[in-house]
Nanobody, 119 residues
Framework: QLVQSGGGSVQAGGSLRLSCAVSGYVSNCMGWFRQAPGKEREEVATINTIGFTTYADSVKGRFTISKDNAKDTLYLEMNNLKPEDTAMYYC?????????????????WGQGTQVTVSS
């Protein structure tokens, strides 16, 4: 139900945009998680029904989450990328709001997309 696109490889300071197309029913509480090799999956950004957003401290001011309800698509705009942003990024959604920061609470996952930032 969640199909991701975007991502790739960039140099530090560059930008990328991730997209997540939604099909079928999910709530309007969605977000992005990431997982680097050898690390646990962590929440990056979330957006809820009224458009309220949250961000991990490590990405505040650099990443922007948004949702186009007409297109049923979730986005993550990533600017000023750093090598430590390198990870597999996952779109996430829940059946019922609110959305917890725990990966265990997620009902739907995208297939994942690799983001690699070189120094």
């Amino acid at each position: 139900q969640l199909v991701q696109s975007g991502g790739g490889s960039v140099q530090a300071g560059g930008s990328l945009r991730l997209s997540c197309a939604v099909s079928g029913y999910v709530s309007n509480c969605m977000g992005w998680f990431r997982q680097a090799p050898g690390k646990e999956r962590e929440e990056v950004a979330t957006i809820n029904t009224i458009g309220f957003t949250t961000y991990a401290d490590s990405v505040k001011g650099r990443f922007t989450i948004s949702k186009d309800n007409a297109k049923d698509t979730l986005y993550l705009e990533m600017n000023n990328l750093k090598p430590e942003d390198t990870a597999m990024y996952y779109c996430a959604a829940v059946r019922l709001c609110p959305m917890s920061s725990s990966p265990k609470s997620i009902d739907y996952w995208g297939q994942g997309t690799q983001v690699t930032v070189s120094s």
